[in-house]
């Protein structure tokens, strides 16, 4: 398995500009999420998917968006970039279960927006 | 609302001394706890995690924690540290959504130098 994989590695945006981040995960795991990592801060969750079709808002939403066709992508959308928006992005997948789910995360997405 | 403090962002210790990163949370529910780890240019990588039963976990590499009820706290520790380990560690808490996505609440993270 390549567990989740995420293109492209880093990329530069002039601002205004779009782009998509692209998330895949060949686990079939239901559970999709995407993460900013800001320079010396932790994680924050932007955008969450429990299965195709079905998306809903993390905590820092505004900016972006999702969509979910399948099982196995969960595509990230820039439509308007702005320097705010430069950070490291990681997408992670996980296994539906009653009690607990490990998320499992791919290797990240660097993002420059100037 | 749930949310994590790391404190200190930066730790460095010797090689074969004591490894110590804390970690308090606040949550209103009864929390699972995670510790993740990050080497340069990576991913994040589950530690360990505490989600019912014993207090004491242990994890990968060595590392264990304790969840500490009273005192809200999830520190990390190994008792002799190597070389690599050296990364960013992350603690995080999320709530217990019975069957529904697990999300992840993330500390700023503390980075762990260890000194030859």
């Known amino acids: 398995n390549a567990g989740v994989t995420q293109t492209p590695k880093f990329r530069i945006l002039k601002i205004g500009q779009s782009m998509t981040l692209q998330c895949t995960q060949d686990?079939?795991?239901?559970?999709m999420y995407w993460y900013r990592q800001d320079p010396g801060m932790g994680l924050k969750l932007i955008y969450y998917?429990?299965?195709?079709?079905?998306?809903d808002k993390g905590e820092v939403p505004n900016g972006y968006n999702v969509s979910r066709s399948t099982t196995e992508d969960f595509p990230l959308r820039l439509e308007l970039a702005a320097p705010s928006q430069t950070s490291v992005y990681f997408c992670?997948?996980?296994?539906?279960?009653?009690?607990?789910?490990?998320?499992?995360f791919g290797p990240g997405t660097r993002l420059t927006v100037l | 609302a749930q949310s994590v403090t790391q404190l200190g962002s930066h730790v460095s210790v010797s090689e074969g001394a004591l490894v110590l990163l804390r970690c308090n949370y606040s949550s209103s529910v009864p929390p699972y706890l995670f510790w993740y780890v990050q080497y340069p240019n990576q991913g994040l990588q589950l530690l360990l995690k505490y989600t019912t039963g014993a207090t004491l976990v242990k994890g990968i590499n060595g590392f264990e924690a304790e969840f500490k009820k009273s005192e809200t706290s999830f520190h990390l520790t190994k008792p002799s540290a190597h070389m690599s380990d050296a990364a960013e560690y992350f603690c995080a808490v999320s709530g217990r959504e019975l069957g529904g996505a697990q999300k992840l609440v993330f500390g700023q993270g503390t980075r762990l130098t260890i000194n030859p």
């Open positions: 998917s429990v299965g195709a079709g079905i998306t």
């Open positions: 686990m079939n795991h239901n559970y």
């Open positions: 992670a997948s996980s296994y539906r279960t009653v009690w607990y789910n490990e998320q499992f």
